[in-house]
């Protein structure tokens, strides 16, 4: 057998004095959950937020993506987070509102025109300054992400106007925002956490539901639904949050990557949103589902009417003026 070449020896002597020297890289392993399935526009996000912590911190910070309400309902996650038993959530802005009420008006029914309105909206000035509002609530908002234009989805009719939406019992989340104009169209709207919903359609304890085409797509909501009709009455942001207590024990270059990971992870979830939309319908029709894309909108708005005198009450006329006046 050759004799290891003195190079060889060499190399080994000098790699091994290099591992002893640096000094084992301390490694924190974060807790980010959600309550969609793997693959879904939450999942996309959370996993390319992870990948670029990674990537970022050399390896000193990972974090283990946590699917489909396994640390429970979005609820239970924010409070989870507040708590400290969970790093991140990737949340819609559902519950959101019983934490931190400054973000409530962002749930009023028909007030973002578009994605393109939405995205504008968030990403500027009114957006940023609402995240800014978290940290008195025990929360660290990092970015707005996103859920979708929700639609409604029921096993009694089609839906073409507020008048066929009257009398069905929907399951909505857990947001008197939502809940008070949900009203309006006369439905009997029914508060419940995601991971009950799929079972409450099945076993026809709620008629219906309202979410965005990516999330009926992702939780099969066409095994256990007939009627999507594309009210679009809502657009529903997300949102990527963490703890204090996680977020300050970050250096200011460590919170850099954080902050560029969250962006990153947004622009993921939004492109994701962006195929589901081009490609989800034909899907869902494809499973079963009778479509309504045809709907009578005006009546939807018309409807809500009542609420919005109680909205411009509860968070000012101007700041939703404000709102719908982003080009
Ligand atoms: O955040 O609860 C809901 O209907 C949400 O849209 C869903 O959990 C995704």
Same mark, same amino acid.
């Given at each position: ?89 990737? $949340? ?60 409604? $989805? ?35 709207? $029914? ?39 594309? $009210? ?96």
């Amino acid at each position: 057998m050759s004799k290891p070449s003195l190079k060889l020896i060499g190399a080994a002597v000098t790699s091994a004095l290099l591992f002893a020297a640096t000094p084992a890289q301390a490694q924190t392993v974060l807790k980010i959950g959600h309550v969609l399935a793997k693959g879904s526009h939450y999942d996309v996000g959370a996993v390319k937020f992870c990948e670029d912590i990674d990537k970022g911190t050399a390896g000193r910070y990972k974090c283990q993506v946590f699917p489909a309400s396994a640390l429970g309902g979005e609820r239970e996650q924010i409070e989870a987070v507040q708590l400290g038993t969970q790093d991140f959530v990737l $949340t819609s802005t559902g519950p959101v509102g019983n934490f931190v009420p400054e973000i409530k008006i962002v749930d009023v029914p028909f007030l973002f025109r578009d994605y393109d309105h939405a995205r504008k909206v968030l990403d500027g000035q009114i957006g940023q300054d609402m995240l800014s509002k978290f940290q008195s609530h025990g929360l660290v908002a990092l970015a707005w992400s996103e859920n979708g234009f929700r639609h409604m $989805t029921n096993n009694k009719r089609p839906i073409v106007s507020a008048a066929d939406a009257a009398g069905l019992k929907m399951r909505t989340m857990e947001n008197k925002v939502h809940m008070e104009g949900y009203r309006t169209f006369g439905i009997l709207p $029914t508060p419940m956490a995601f991971p009950e919903v799929f079972g409450a359609l099945q076993q026809g304890v709620v008629d219906g539901q309202e979410n965005p085409i990516p999330v009926i797509l992702a939780s099969k909501f066409s095994q256990v639904q007939k009627h999507l009709s594309l $009210t679009g009455h809502v657009y529903s942001p997300a949102l990527l949050i963490t703890s204090p207590r996680v977020w300050n024990k970050l250096s200011d270059a460590d919170k850099k990557v954080f902050s560029d990971a969250a962006k990153a992870s947004v622009a993921a979830t939004r492109k994701k949103v962006n195929d589901d939309e081009a490609n989800g319908i034909a899907q869902l029709e494809k499973e079963g589902m009778q479509v309504v894309r045809q709907v009578n909108g005006a009546s939807f708005r018309d409807a809500t009417k009542p609420a919005y005198a109680n909205y411009a009450k509860e968070f000012g006329a101007d700041r939703i003026a404000a709102i719908q006046a982003v080009k």
